[in-house]
């Protein structure tokens, strides 16, 4: 019974910044992953970034690779996502996603999502 709530979405020009917050019912020491989804409008979902919280490593989409950041402060429950020179191609609502199992597992718990609106 994981809840996660998103925030930090908002318009912002392209080259700019901006970071979202996942906020975790639960301790995250609890749950194998947490990751980041996003679906542009009209599109299918499509993958992120993923942090493995036992071995705190990290894994990126090829498209946002060297300007997304993933980290998580465990104390307060929550997951970052730090996105640097955004472009308009990464307007899209955004969702953090977890799963208690390891490898080979679904996501079991998501967020409701939060827009990012990249402008030229």
């Known amino acids: 019974q994981v809840q996660l709530v998103e925030s930090g979405g908002g318009l912002v020009q392209a080259g700019g910044s901006l970071r979202l917050s996942c906020q975790a019912s639960?301790?995250?020491?609890?749950?194998?992953?947490l990751a980041w989804f996003r679906q542009p409008p009209g599109k299918e979902r499509e993958f992120v970034g993923v942090r493995r919280i036992a071995g705190r490593t990290t894994d990126y989409a090829d498209s946002v690779k060297g300007r997304f950041t993933i980290s998580g402060d465990s104390a307060k429950n929550t997951l970052y996502l730090q996105m640097n020179n955004l472009k308009p191609e990464d307007t899209a609502v955004y969702y953090c996603?977890?799963?208690?199992?390891?490898?080979?597992?679904?996501?079991?718990?998501w967020g409701q999502g939060t827009q990012v609106t990249v402008s030229l």
């Open positions: 996603a977890a799963k208690t199992r390891g490898i080979g597992s679904q996501y079991d718990y």
């Open positions: 639960t301790r995250v020491i609890s749950m194998y992953a």
